[in-house]
């Protein structure tokens, strides 16, 4: 449960570096030397690049990130929710007590 509410915390953070990246790329005058610039791009790039690879930016508006950003705001919850009901079957099983267990 602790580490299925550990990775979805950081997925929403992760989400919201995506979404600062992409409003970053509308801004015509961004200083791509700004210390946080930097860290956005230092922070996303490894994924970005492979969305990248099948969506090329489309003038100066990239839309890898977005679309990066949909298809994890798809997988990522039904992932949760499936780790999520896979702790609570086990914690299910382990919490009987031995007169279920036996009987089962």
């Given at each position: 449960m602790l580490?299925?509410s550990?990775?979805?915390?950081?997925f929403n953070?992760?989400?919201?570096?995506?979404v600062?990246r992409?409003?970053?790329?509308w801004?015509?005058?961004?200083?791509?030397?700004?210390?946080?610039?930097?860290?956005?791009?230092k922070?996303t790039d490894?994924v970005v690049?492979l969305?990248?690879?099948?969506?090329p930016?489309?003038?100066?508006i990239?839309?890898?990130?977005i679309i990066l950003?949909?298809?994890a705001a798809?997988?990522?919850?039904?992932?949760?929710?499936?780790?999520?009901s896979?702790?609570?079957?086990?914690?299910?099983k382990e919490?009987?007590?031995?007169?279920?267990?036996?009987?089962?």
């Amino acid at each position: 449960m602790l580490l299925v509410s550990l990775f979805d915390a950081l997925f929403n953070v992760y989400n919201w570096l995506l979404v600062a990246r992409f409003l970053l790329s509308w801004v015509p005058n961004v200083d791509y030397y700004h210390p946080v610039v930097k860290f956005l791009h230092k922070a996303t790039d490894p994924v970005v690049r492979l969305f990248r690879g099948i969506i090329p930016p489309y003038g100066n508006i990239d839309f890898s990130p977005i679309i990066l950003f949909f298809s994890a705001a798809f997988s990522v919850p039904s992932f949760t929710r499936a780790a999520d009901s896979a702790c609570d079957d086990v914690l299910k099983k382990e919490c009987k007590p031995n007169w279920i267990k036996n009987s089962c």
